[in-house]
């Protein structure tokens, strides 16, 4: 194998269990960019990200840039010498000048099967559209968003019943894998790159605050795929006689009804069953706002202001509130 040195560019825990696998395989990591430290919690408190915590810990060169656009920031991460660049949920677009310095160049672990789901939250958006496979892609980078030619492809099956958080730990774990199966080929330039059929692409953009809301008027079939999607991050959310709840799981319910989207149609230990836009929803463990997460039962049990006709706010109202 041709000698390398790695740079390595990553920012959660998606991306440590790839740089864990390059550093207990032996592989010279000669740097670590990550994300500067976030504020979190009600004290915003800046935080580590897991990769630096991680890179601290095996005392591995780091770096934290606020923008990589600034040509002394691309210097001083140059100046460990690379010969190969490794991203995996990085967080930042990496300038041309940085994609063409290593000799071996760049690639990056993208958690979705390119030209599917291009962008920042490739996961939620496998859930959100009912997807039933996901996987790894190893992708040579360029420029342009997860664009680049394809090294590699692991796929796996989704679970009917498959959170965000499910999603991203198996996917975590398959890009170390694919990695490490597929860089000694790579290194040694086995591997003939496969273009992406741009007319393919879909993209998968982060996922804004208005998406979080829970829309009644829409099939319950996609408002279950959306609260699986959003949970155990960011969390979908409704709104009743003013009070803001997350709702954590749901499941499909059956039976007719002729009441407005968002009605709840009954109230019991099996959960709250609500009409939506096609079919019937129960909403099985919720979180009320500065409350702790709970199953519906015990939520209804401390509960006596809910009845059955009552109706969830619509987009409309919230918009306003």
């Known amino acids: 194998m041709k000698e390398v040195r790695i740079l390595f560019m990553g920012t959660p825990d998606y991306a440590v269990a790839s740089l864990k696998s390059l550093v207990e395989e032996g592989y010279p990591v000669v740097g670590v960019v990550t994300q500067p430290d976030k504020p979190k919690g009600r004290k915003r408190i800046p935080t580590p990200s897991p990769v630096k915590v991680y890179a601290q810990s095996m005392n591995l060169p780091l770096f934290q840039p606020e923008k990589l656009r600034r040509a002394e920031e691309v210097e001083r991460i140059l100046s460990v010498k690379p010969t190969l660049i490794i ?103 086995k591997i003939t790159p496969i273009p992406q059929d741009h007319s393919q692409a879909t993209y998968a953009p982060n996922i804004k605050k208005e998406e979080e809301w829970l829309d009644f008027s829409k099939p319950a079939k996609d408002l279950y795929n959306q609260i699986r999607a959003f949970n155990p991050w960011p969390g979908a959310y409704t709104k009743i006689l003013g009070e803001r709840i997350k709702v954590w799981w749901s499941e499909i319910g059956e039976g007719s009804f002729r009441e407005e989207p968002g009605t709840i149609l009954h109230l019991g230990d099996e959960g709250i069953q609500v009409a939506t836009g096609e079919g019937i929803l129960v909403l099985k463990e919720i979180q009320p706002a500065g409350k702790r997460k709970m199953d519906a039962a015990s939520f209804l049990r401390g509960n006596t202001v809910l009845a059955k006709g009552m109706k969830f706010a619509d987009k409309d109202e919230e918009r306003s509130a």
């Open 87 to 189: 991203t995996a949920a990085y967080g930042q677009i990496l300038p041309k000048t940085l994609l063409d310095a290593p000799p071996f160049g760049a690639i990056n672990l993208h958690a979705s099967l390119l030209p599917k789901y291009r962008g920042g939250a490739p996961i939620h958006y496998a859930l959100l559209n009912g997807e039933k496979e996901t996987g790894v892609t190893l992708m040579r980078m360029t420029p342009e968003l997860d664009a680049g030619d394809i090294l590699a492809q692991e796929r796996i099956p989704i679970g009917e019943r498959d959170t965000v958080g499910d999603l991203f730990g198996k996917l975590t774990e398959l890009a170390a894998r694919l990695l490490l199966k597929t860089l000694p080929d790579y290194l040694e330039g």
